[in-house]
């Protein structure tokens, strides 16, 4: 796992090196003590509320399991999540490896308990229109660039993310299926809670099998390209009142550019 320093300026040579390597960079200690209070409040009242019940646009993104549950549009659940929305050292990242305008293009939370797991998914072949990522000219192009905030420490044994480094660039085929046990490439990323975890999409990534027992608790935060539309599959589209509930600064980020 590699980790970057929190930064206020632009991505420095070895960190450029890093991202365009391996796909992915972990900044420590982003999150407030604060922050994961307040984000953890309201992700515990979702816990416990019936999807019905759930203030549009949230929705069920998957299927409830009683291993997995996965709420789309998680930024407008409450304020307290539009903190997230623009840290300094997450954006400067975010701005470098697009390569060009961005915008936040959709929000997610996952929670998951024991024997759940996401299954891999994306990879550098075959090319995925929305989820691209190439370097020319010594300028990274990730067409949709993800980060993850642990809400809670997640280690290997709870299910933690993991990717296959390098295989945004990959020019075959991934030889092994989509469950995290059969890819002996898989590596886990465990981290803190109030990490970030900053990804392009074209990654093949997934997450470990928890096996601990302990829950996992994770926002996600996804940045395109300036030009890309809301996501819209599992329902992730924004509300045109959350333009209206956000500050001149948050709402450029979320807009069309």
């Known amino acids: ?36 209070r307040e984000c953890n409040h309201e992700l515990d009242r979702l816990e416990q509320t019936d999807p019905a019940d759930y203030p549009e646009p949230l929705c069920l993104g998957q299927e409830r399991t ?7 549009n998680i930024l407008e659940a409450s304020p307290v999540f539009h903190t997230l929305i623009d840290p300094p050292s997450v954006i400067d990242v975010v ?3 697009t390569g060009g305008p961005y915008r936040l293009n959709h929000t997610y939370t996952i929670y998951r308990w024991a024997g759940g797991f996401t299954g891999l998914h994306m990879h550098g072949t075959p090319v995925i229109p929305k989820c691209q990522y190439r370097c020319h000219n010594g300028q990274m192009i990730s067409t949709l660039t993800k980060v993850v905030f642990p809400m809670i420490d997640c280690d290997e044994d709870d299910g933690c993310f993991a990717v296959i480094p390098g295989a945004h660039k990959s020019n075959f085929p991934k030889p092994w299926d989509n ?3 059969n890819n002996p490439a898989l590596v886990p990323v465990p981290a803190r809670a109030g990490d970030a975890i ?13 096996r601990s027992g302990r829950p996992r608790r994770t926002l996600y935060y996804c940045y395109s390209v300036g030009h890309m539309p809301d996501w819209g599959g599992q329902g992730l589209n924004f509300s045109k009142r959350i333009y209206e509930n956000l500050d001149e600064e948050k709402r450029k980020v979320l807009m069309l550019k």
């Open 179 to 181: 469950h995290p046990e």
């Open 66 to 72: 009683k291993e997995n549950l996965y709420i789309s």
């Open 1 to 36: 796992m590699y980790c970057l320093k929190t930064f206020g300026g632009t991505m420095n040579e070895e960190q450029k090196y890093l991202f365009d390597l391996h796909g992915y960079v972990v900044i420590p200690g982003v999150l407030s003590a604060q922050q994961l």
């Open 95 to 97: 701005a470098e490896v």
């Open 198 to 210: 900053i990804f392009t999409e074209a990654l093949t990534h997934g997450s470990t099998v928890s």
